[in-house]
């Protein structure tokens, strides 16, 4: 099995070194100060019931899987329950929700290292909290005020859990042909009538009640998405004293047989008239989901940067033990029979590849939770509105580079154990299964790329663009005065004008081919998520040569940072030379072939 030790440290380095974030909650009007004590206490409280309460259910959920007993109910995995029960009760799910609903009220970048702990250590179980934030920040931006009045309290509490319900057995990703139907009541609620699948988390044992946030159509609604609605539907339906009512007609249909996360509950649900509550305005539904969906892609690239994070502690405990072959260049460990595998340098490759993807990805995933907190905190509408634009922008990069790189990681995870890996006893092949969906849900890989690079990069004229190259050339002016980093803000800045220029290119050709998006999209997306992970990486050694100039007890700490830059600069980035040959080369190698042709 794995084993999971929080990296405390790096967490610390982000967020105080990198993101300075003391300083940014001093720039929110938080009702309590929030410094790096209050940080560090949070944190290491977190990381104890991760490490202890979260990370040894893994194996379990994994081997045991959830079970269906009775009319519709589910049973999730031995300590499941109990581990979530030690979760409510030590406030976790309020953390950095609203003080008006129980909340504890505190910044978006202070609960996603808990989300990302608790994720590394054990996904299919985070997975049960994880989905209740957006279903809060969904009803809590969208609701009426007698639905956050019902729904918002026992949410922020954890006593009750949420759950997004999309897509249908016909539509997969293409929502504008769902079937589910919604007919309003005497007493104005609906009944919601249809099957939804891969609902993760859709029925379980955890929570008193779970809210389904549910898209379904009207009768005579507009064909297509103009026509959705979005719709609360609980597992029971509330009393008029806010407790938990009667059952209501939604009922698990079937769990999915997965390759991987089987401590999570993936469920056909089907809404038999259902009691359900419009959310907002008719036929307005799918663009309320988008609220939920946005946090939903964010808490996925959190899953990559986790299993990325899992098989980087895991291959290198096991690289350092393992002793294998002679070192090229002479014994390392001459007192036995052979040396350990971390001296060699596909090792080597292997391990700094996962560790730069890790700590890149979360310094990545951080610098939007920053974004995160202006947009829900800040009273300046104007540096709200610059970091909507950020946050937009990044979203779809984090989800789907960050997932990508997540299962690379884990792969690589895999090859470190040799044939080890390949067995279940270690869990590495688990966290290969269990990181495989994360390219999958919230938008494949191939949805994210043509939403960054059709809606929010072209759509927008590249407006949301012109602020990230700006801010990335910003800090090449400001970096490059140091003579280290001088290389790195060099090949930076040329990539960042080849981004502008190959952006250009695409435009003017998708002007005379439309399927000159499609055929780049995904090698765009890929080259925006190495060039951004390149920043982080030079801010990065830029912070950590000024900590050895200044003194430091923990110099192997700053200098692992700036060697690490240095892997990542000259064995990661160059990956982006071959993605602008691959963009340039157009829809033809794609699209010639007659769809008649593909034969076997």
């Known amino acids: ?250 009922r698990c249909g079937a769990l999915e047989r997965k390759m991987g996360i089987h401590g999570n509950a993936t469920c056909l649900l089907n809404f038999d008239g259902a009691t359900g509550y419009l959310v907002g305005e008719e036929n307005k539904g799918l663009r309320y989901m988008f609220t939920f969906m946005n946090f939903a892609r964010l808490g996925t690239g959190l899953q990559g940067l986790a299993h990325a994070e899992l098989a980087f502690q895991n291959s290198l405990a096991y690289a350092r033990d393992r002793l294998q072959m002679r070192s090229l260049s002479g014994p390392k460990n001459p007192g036995g029979p052979a040396d350990p595998i971390i001296v060699h340098p596909d090792v080597r490759r292997m391990l700094l590849t996962q560790k730069a993807f890790a700590e890149g990805g979360r310094a990545l995933i951080y610098f939007a939770s920053v974004q995160g907190d202006i947009l829900t905190k800040s009273d300046d509408p104007e540096a709200r509105e610059l970091a909507d634009d950020v946050l937009g922008f990044l979203t779809p990069i984090i989800k789907a580079f960050l997932t990508e790189a997540g299962f690379e990681s884990a792969n690589l995870g895999m090859q470190c154990f040799g044939g080890h890996g390949y067995i279940n006893e270690w869990g590495v092949e688990q966290n290969v299964r269990d990181a495989r969906i994360a390219m999958l849900y919230e938008g494949t890989t191939g949805v994210q790329a043509l939403d960054l690079l059709g809606r929010k990069v072209l759509g927008d004229r590249g407006r949301a663009l012109g602020l990230v190259t700006s801010f990335v050339l910003d800090f090449c002016r400001r970096a490059r005065r140091r003579r280290e980093i001088r290389p790195y803000c060099r090949e930076l800045v040329r990539l960042t004008k080849e981004w502008k220029a190959l952006t250009r290119r695409i435009g003017f050709a998708a002007l005379r081919d439309r399927d000159a998006v499609g055929a780049a999209s995904v090698d765009y997306m890929m080259f925006s998520g190495y060039l951004l992970l390149g920043v982080a990486w030079a801010a990065s050694a830029r912070i950590a040569c000024k900590r050895l100039e200044q003194g430091t007890r923990d110099e192997a ?44």
Not at 99 to 124: C, F, K, V
């Open 557 to 600: 700490f700053y200098r692992a940072k700036i060697r690490t830059a240095e892997f990542y600069f000259a064995k990661i980035l160059p990956r982006t030379r071959a993605l602008l040959e691959t963009m340039s080369a157009g829809p033809d190698p794609l699209m010639k072939l007659d769809q008649d042709h593909f034969v076997f």
């Open 1 to 250: 099995m794995t084993t999971y030790k929080a990296p405390l440290r790096d967490m610390q380095f982000v967020m105080q070194d990198l993101l300075n974030l003391e300083k940014h909650y001093e720039s929110l009007p938080l009702d309590e100060a929030v410094n790096h004590d209050l940080i560090d206490a949070i944190l290491g409280e977190a990381s104890k019931f991760s490490e202890e309460i979260v990370a040894p259910l893994n194996a379990v959920g994994d081997e045991v899987g959830c079970e269906m007993t009775g009319d519709g109910d589910v049973r999730t995995p031995p300590g499941f329950r109990e581990a979530y029960e030690k979760y409510v009760e030590g406030g976790w799910p309020s953390l950095d929700q609203p003080a008006r609903y129980g909340g504890q009220d505190l910044p978006m970048s202070i609960g996603l290292p808990i989300r990302e702990m608790n994720g590394t250590a054990n996904w299919s179980w985070a997975m049960y909290p994880g989905l209740s934030h957006g279903a809060m920040e969904t009803i809590d931006a969208h609701g009426s005020e007698e639905q956050k009045a019902v729904f918002m309290e026992p949410l922020v509490s954890g006593r009750w859990t949420g759950t997004m319900c999309l897509t249908e057995a016909h539509c997969g990703t293409d929502l504008g042909l769902l079937k589910t139907k919604a007919e309003q009541a005497a007493d104005g609620t609906y009944r919601i009538t249809g099957s939804k699948i891969f609902i993760s988390s859709g029925e379980h044992d955890l929570a008193e009640n779970i809210v389904h946030i549910v898209l379904a159509r009207l009768p005579e609604s507009p064909p297509g998405t103009k026509g959705i609605s979005l719709f609360i539907v609980p597992k029971f339906v509330p009393g008029e004293d806010g407790s938990t009512g009667e059952r209501n007609e939604v």
